[in-house]
């Protein structure tokens, strides 16, 4: 798993220590308001949108 600079998990956004749904829902809502925080930007491509929850869906914590 890929950890972020402040030393918490990508694509962690809801801070439980998983990657699940709860994080989804925070990342679609960041989507669809236009966000574009570094936290929400899982790909790091430097875009916050569909391919980060592509991302954040393939990394789901089992």
Not at 15 to 20: N, P, Y
Not at 27 to 33: D, G, K, S
Not at 48 to 55: I, T
Request: glycine share 12%.
């Amino acid at each position: 798993m890929p950890w972020a600079a402040g030393g918490g998990l990508v694509g962690d956004l809801d801070g439980d220590d998983t990657i699940d749904l709860r994080d989804l829902r925070l990342l679609m809502a960041a989507i669809r308001n236009g966000t574009n925080l570094e936290d929400y930007d899982c790909n790091a491509d430097g875009k916050v949108d569909a391919a980060d929850a592509r991302w954040l869906i393939l990394h789901f914590t089992p």
